[in-house]
T-cell receptor, first 112, second 113 residues
Framework: GAGVSQSPSNKVTEKGKDVELRCDPISGHTALYWYRQSLGQGLEFLIYFQGNSAPDKSGLPSDRFSAERTGGSVSTLTIQRTQQEDSAVYLCASTDSHTEAFFGQGTRLTVV | AQSVSQHNHHVILSEAASLELGCNYS??????LFWYVQYPGQHLQLLLK??????LVKGIKGFEAEFIKSKFSFNLRKPSVQWSDTAEYFCAVTGYNFNKFYFGSGTKLNVKP
């Protein structure tokens, strides 16, 4: 595609429900990142996928968070039993590993 | 782990004023350096990048940044800001192998018309 696409753009969910956020990276990009942007907190690294290597999950804040990347392309970030502190903008980025990261528009998650 | 510090959290300038935003990183090896900008309601976009070569890098919209290895710094500058530069600016660093991007906490710039 022309850019990184994320869906949904906005998600409101009730506390305790599970949510899935989707990222379609730029075609051919081998690396994919998830970041979380909270108000006044900057960008918090969550997880990094590079080709067929084991993902770097070191940024996931708890075991309620998981992500997968199927076929080296689309990625899904899943948050189980959502909490109010999970409210943030979740950003996906991809890169061909030789240049800058290209970001999607993000998914604004609100947990009520 | 690497860290990136942006000491200015909120900057307010009048149009035509000069801008310098600080960025310091902690990593002793080869680094790749970036400045990203996020205009209100838009996604993060690359402003400029440094991989190697001339440490003074020119980007879009009249922005430039200087890599000073001895100071672990990559400060962003613009001689004369415009109202349209109102945005949030993020400094980012990766290692030589372009794995994890480490971001600073961002600097909100408000330019008064």
């Amino acid at each position: 595609g022309a850019g990184v696409s994320q869906s949904p753009s906005n998600k409101v969910t009730e506390k305790g429900k599970d949510v899935e956020l989707r990222c379609d990276p730029i075609s051919g990009h081998t690396a994919l990142y998830w970041y979380r942007q909270s108000l006044g907190q900057g960008l918090e690294f969550l997880i990094y996928f590079q080709g067929n290597s084991a993902p770097d999950k070191s940024g996931l804040p708890s075991d309620r968070f998981s992500a997968e990347r199927t076929g080296g392309s689309v990625s899904t970030l899943t948050i189980q039993r959502t909490q109010q502190e999970d409210s943030a903008v979740y950003l996906c980025a991809s890169t061909d590993s030789h240049t800058e990261a290209f970001f999607g528009q993000g998914t604004r998650l609100t947990v009520v | 782990a690497q860290s990136v510090s942006q000491h200015n959290h909120h900057v307010i300038l009048s149009e035509a004023a000069s801008l310098e935003l600080g960025c310091n990183y902690s990593y002793g090896g080869t680094v790749n350096l970036f400045w990203y900008v996020q205009y209100p309601g838009q996604h993060l976009q690359l402003l400029l990048k440094y991989f190697s070569g001339d440490p003074l890098v020119k980007g879009i919209k009249g922005f430039e940044a200087e890599f000073i290895k001895s100071k672990f710094s990559f400060n962003l500058r613009k001689p004369s800001v415009q109202w349209s530069d109102t945005a949030e600016y993020f400094c980012a660093v990766t290692g030589y192998n372009f794995n994890k991007f480490y971001f600073g906490s961002g600097t909100k710039l408000n330019v008064k018309p």
